[in-house]
């Protein structure tokens, strides 16, 4: 009975995969066709079942199309997030990033920019992944070479001490890239307030594309903070969660 139904469980897994594939296919043929509003209704379709760099890529370069910065600024990072080593994933990322109205002013400082892109070669589930391993194969090893006392086993110990270190590191890099508290404005033009509602006072206009950190929740509305230290409250439909 449990094998039956087991089966039927899988047998259904598969044929919501596939039809996700099947909408993936459909929405790159109908952007190819240049019917961007089409491929966008497919790549949503898609997104409910197919989590890929792909598909993110694919249809934040939609979006763009539709003129919807915000939602291919969300769909950039997604992609980013899935795999860091794609080229056309980054170019794209920030070419939308200087394309957008609010652009950062501050110049960045390239021993961070050096740094953060070294802790990032890894993919966020790697370095999760091979943060666990190394750390049990540190400890593994470490105890074998307490009960067998000899020095090359030690320095084994320390080597994979040494690349936990690194992986912990980019976990937490990664961590922050992908907090679900990182938001993105997808209205073309926002008024960020002193206060949760419309009666407070004025602080900042922001528009669509900005990405921003969500800090505080009250009711409908969202206390933001942009890079740069400005921000303010607005309306939470103003926004879309990058990592929800």
């Given at each position: 009975?449990?094998?039956?139904?087991?089966?039927?469980?899988?047998l259904v897994t598969a044929a919501h995969a596939a039809t996700g594939q099947e909408y993936f296919?459909?929405?790159?043929?109908?952007?190819?066709?240049?019917?961007?509003?089409?491929?966008?209704?497919?790549?949503?379709?898609?997104?409910?079942?197919?989590?890929?760099?792909?598909?993110?890529?694919?249809?934040?370069?939609?979006?763009?199309?539709?003129?919807?910065?915000?939602?291919?600024?969300?769909?950039?990072?997604?992609?980013?997030?899935?795999?860091?080593?794609?080229?056309?994933?980054?170019?794209?990322?920030?070419?939308?990033?200087?394309?957008?109205?609010?652009?950062?002013?501050?110049?960045?400082?390239?021993?961070?920019?050096?740094?953060?892109?070294?802790?990032?070669?890894?993919?966020?589930?790697?370095?999760?992944?091979?943060?666990?391993?190394?750390?049990?194969?540190?400890?593994?090893?470490?105890?074998l070479g307490l009960v067998l006392r000899l020095r090359p086993v030690y320095w084994i110990a320390?080597?994979?001490g040494v690349l936990w270190l690194y992986s912990t590191a980019s976990w937490v890099s990664w961590?922050?890239?992908?907090?679900?508290?990182?938001?993105?404005?997808?209205?073309?033009?926002?008024?960020?307030?002193?206060?949760?509602?419309?009666?407070?006072?004025?602080?900042?206009?922001?528009?669509?594309?900005?990405?921003?950190?969500?800090?505080?929740?009250?009711?409908?509305?969202?206390?933001?903070?942009?890079?740069?230290?400005?921000?303010?409250?607005?309306?939470?439909?103003?926004?879309?969660?990058?990592?929800?």
């Amino acid at each position: 009975m449990f094998l039956a139904l087991g089966l039927v469980l899988a047998l259904v897994t598969a044929a919501h995969a596939a039809t996700g594939q099947e909408y993936f296919q459909e929405a790159n043929q109908a952007y190819e066709a240049g019917d961007f509003g089409r491929a966008l209704l497919y790549y949503d379709s898609a997104a409910t079942s197919v989590r890929s760099p792909s598909l993110f890529y694919n249809r934040g370069n939609a979006q763009f199309k539709l003129g919807s910065i915000g939602r291919a600024v969300a769909d950039y990072n997604r992609a980013y997030i899935l795999d860091p080593s794609d080229a056309d994933i980054r170019q794209n990322l920030e070419f939308i990033r200087a394309y957008r109205p609010d652009k950062m002013l501050a110049i960045p400082n390239p021993i961070v920019q050096f740094l953060t892109s070294l802790l990032r070669l890894p993919d966020l589930g790697t370095a999760k992944l091979a943060n666990g391993l190394l750390f049990l194969f540190a400890l593994l090893v470490l105890a074998l070479g307490l009960v067998l006392r000899l020095r090359p086993v030690y320095w084994i110990a320390i080597g994979l001490g040494v690349l936990w270190l690194y992986s912990t590191a980019s976990w937490v890099s990664w961590a922050a890239e992908a907090s679900p508290n990182k938001a993105v404005v997808v209205v073309p033009e926002l008024t960020l307030r002193s206060g949760p509602g419309e009666e407070y006072k004025d602080i900042v206009i922001v528009h669509d594309g900005l990405e921003v950190a969500i800090r505080s929740r009250r009711g409908k509305y969202v206390l933001v903070q942009a890079p740069g230290g400005e921000g303010g409250w607005a309306e939470e439909s103003s926004f879309e969660q990058i990592f929800p």
